[in-house]
Structures are given as C-alpha cells and as structure tokens.
C-alpha cells in the first residue's frame, strides 16, 4: 500500500512539473515573444482545452462539460463563442 502511495505521489509531483514546463513555454511564447494581451492568451488557452477536451470525449458534450466541471449551458456558450464544429473530430475554422 504504502508503495503504491509513493507511485501516485511521484506521478503527481512529474505532472505538475510537465504542467509547469508547458505553462512556461506557453506564457514565454505568447505573452513575451507574441506580445499578445492576456485576455487574448487566456482565450488561445481556453479554446484549445475545450477541443482537446471534446476530442477526448469524441464530441460528447455533456461528458466534456463534467471533465471541465461546468455546466453544459456554460460549455455549448464557449463552444459557439469560440465556433468550434465537429465532425467525427475537431474542425478549427
């Protein structure tokens, strides 16, 4: 048991070391490089879940909208601000 505890710890520790990794790279390119303001950056950010998000749930709304913790009102308004359309797979316009 104890082992197995140590396994989920360390593989914690390594994503939210991955997730720091990436975080930096994002906000170097975009912010410090682009130049781009962080209502823009945030909205870049948040498309790009909700795609990766509804692929992983092959377009489910309702299955993304309780991965995301949201509701599924919430989700279909993001996915229409953002115009996001599937067919059998993301299609970015």
Do not use: W
């Amino acid at each position: 048991m104890a082992k197995e505890l140590f396994h989920i710890d360390e593989k914690k520790r390594l994503d939210e070391q991955v997730c720091q990794i990436l975080l930096d790279i994002f906000i170097e390119y975009f912010f410090m490089k682009q130049k781009r303001p962080l209502r823009e950056i945030l909205n870049i950010l948040e498309k790009a879940i909700l795609i990766k998000v509804l692929s992983h749930v092959n377009g489910k709304q309702t299955d993304a909208a309780k991965f995301l913790g949201i509701k599924k009102t919430t989700l279909h308004e993001k996915i229409k601000k953002y115009n996001i359309k599937f067919f059998k797979g993301p299609i970015k316009d």
